[in-house]
Every structure is written in structure tokens, then in C-alpha cells.
Nanobody
Framework: QVQLVESGGGLVQAGGSLRLSCAAS????????MGWFRQAPGKEREFVAA????????VYANSVKGRFTISRDNAKSTQYLQMDSLKREDTAVYYC?????????????????WGQGTQVTVSS
């Protein structure tokens, strides 16, 4: 079984930065892609960013493009989300996911594995 554990959330002022990490453990983990999603109160889980594990190619939601950067360290089975120029509307629980499916990495339903989530709160 694969476990994903997020860390790095917290409270930050608007305009500030946070870096989230997601470490995979358990049996050999060979995803096609890993991604970040977020869910604000009363809203559906939405796609933030994804990285193709082998190539490092990335995909971003328009709302975070130019502000967030996703990356991965294959040797450590860890992915990161660097969040800069944070806005109040970025406030949400951020979830790390991993998928073995090779299509539609922006869709939550294709992800096989999920972390427990980490809270990010941006204050004005």
C-alpha cells in the first residue's frame, strides 16, 4: 500500500509564500503523475497542478499559473508545490494525489492515491 503525507501548510499573509511537500512511502511507487488539488469550504475539490513523474512536464490551473510551481524529486518519491504571491482565495485544504492512469491528470477521479490534506490559510 502507498501512503502520501503532506506537510508545509499554515497561515500566511496575502502576498506571502508557502512550500508544500508530499512524500510517498510504502511499496514501490511508480506513478504516471502526481498532482495537487484543493478544496475550500462548501466547494468541490479543484485541480491546482500536476507533474508527470518521468518527464517532469507540468500542468497548471489558470488560477495559479505564474504564481505556483510544482516539482518533484524522484529519488525521494516526493513532490513539492511552491506557492508565491498567495491570495485570500487560495485558502483551502490542499491534497496531494498520485495516479497511475496516463490521461486527464487534472481530474480528481483518476487519482489512485491521496494524502490526508494540509490546511493553507491566507489572511489579508
Amino acid at each position: 500500500q502507498v501512503q502520501l503525507v503532506e506537510s508545509g501548510g499554515g497561515l500566511v499573509q496575502a502576498g506571502g509564500s508557502l512550500r508544500l511537500s508530499c512524500a510517498a512511502s510504502g511499496r514501490t511507487f511508480s506513478p504516471y503523475a502526481m498532482g495537487w488539488f484543493r478544496q475550500a469550504p462548501g466547494k468541490e475539490r479543484e485541480f491546482v497542478a500536476a507533474v508527470i513523474w518521468d518527464t517532469g512536464n507540468t500542468v497548471y490551473a489558470n488560477s495559479v499559473k505564474g504564481r505556483f510551481t510544482i516539482s518533484r524529486d524522484n529519488a525521494k518519491s516526493t513532490q513539492y508545490l511552491q506557492m508565491d504571491s498567495l491570495k485570500r482565495e487560495d485558502t483551502a485544504v490542499y491534497y496531494c494525489g498520485g495516479t497511475t492512469q496516463t490521461v486527464f491528470v487534472s481530474l480528481a477521479r483518476v487519482y489512485n492515491y491521496w494524502g490526508q490534506g494540509t490546511q493553507v490559510t491566507v489572511s489579508s
